[in-house]
């Protein structure tokens, strides 16, 4: 649909998703009428290099902040990841289309577990009605203020603002500043992670090794 006509905040969603993605070859499984599973385009040129990080970062802070209005309590888990308590509740996947370092469209997809309660052989996993139980907010209404949400903030996504996205984003960081397990290069070795660079990649201060930069499944987090 994107490629035919990328109409900017164009919304997919669905309440049975049967062949969720996830990152490379994972899949994001979803019980019919529990969860948020749904996609929406953001239709702006944006740089690959600089602006891509913040897009995805204004995607984790945004979920953070209607978590928030919920009550709920999460952290954002580098690099697109949303943590209750421990485990995972949501995770985002964006796909763009880029021609000449610049990105034309992106879509941004989004798993968010809300009232599932039972996550066979994933024992991270979890959902807001497993860490809040009295919430019962309706599924259609989640969808709602979420989507609001995007729409509203995205109004405000430009060079100004990169700076109080990318401060919220590291503010609520997941194990920031924490020592932490890592496993990279066949090593397993003790890390704080200190931030994010410019380029969205993870700066984690590994014992005996000093500062190291990592991108996307080049390092993973034990916790």
């Known amino acids: 649909m994107a490629l035919e006509d990328p109409i900017h905040f164009m919304?997919?969603?669905?309440?049975?998703?049967?062949?969720g993605k996830g990152y490379v070859n994972n899949k994001w499984e979803s019980t019919v009428n529990q969860n948020l599973t749904f996609s929406f385009l953001i239709n702006r040129n944006l740089t690959v290099q600089r602006e891509?990080?913040?897009?995805?970062?204004?995607?984790?802070?945004?979920?953070?902040?209607?978590?928030?209005?919920?009550?709920?309590?999460?952290?954002?888990k580098w690099p697109n990841d949303i943590i209750v308590h421990g485990k995972k509740v949501g995770g985002i996947l964006i796909?763009?289309?880029i021609s000449n370092n610049k990105i034309t469209f992106s879509v941004i997809g989004i798993g968010l577990n809300i009232y599932q309660t039972n996550f066979e052989n994933?024992?991270?996993?979890?959902?807001i009605k497993l860490e809040k139980p009295d919430f019962n907010k309706p599924l259609e209404n989640c969808l709602m203020e979420m989507l609001y949400a995007f729409e509203k903030s995205f109004e405000d996504f430009n060079p100004l603002n990169y700076k109080k996205?990318?401060?919220l984003y590291h503010k609520n960081l997941f194990k920031r500043d924490e020592v932490a397990t890592y496993e990279f290069d066949g090593m397993t070795k003790n890390g704080i992670l200190r931030g994010i660079d410019?380029?969205?990649?993870?700066?984690?201060?590994i014992e005996g090794l000093g500062l190291?930069?990592?991108?996307?499944k080049e390092v993973k987090l034990n916790y």
């Open 11 to 19: 919304v997919v969603s669905t309440f049975n998703q049967t062949n």
């Open 212 to 216: 190291m930069t990592f991108q996307h």
């Open 122 to 127: 994933l024992a991270r996993a979890t959902s």
């Open 52 to 76: 891509l990080p913040v897009l995805n970062m204004w995607v984790a802070v945004t979920i953070y902040e209607v978590l928030t209005n919920w009550q709920v309590p999460s952290k954002i």
């Open 95 to 97: 796909k763009s289309k």
């Open 165 to 167: 996205i990318i401060d």
């Open 198 to 205: 410019d380029n969205g990649n993870a700066v984690i201060e």
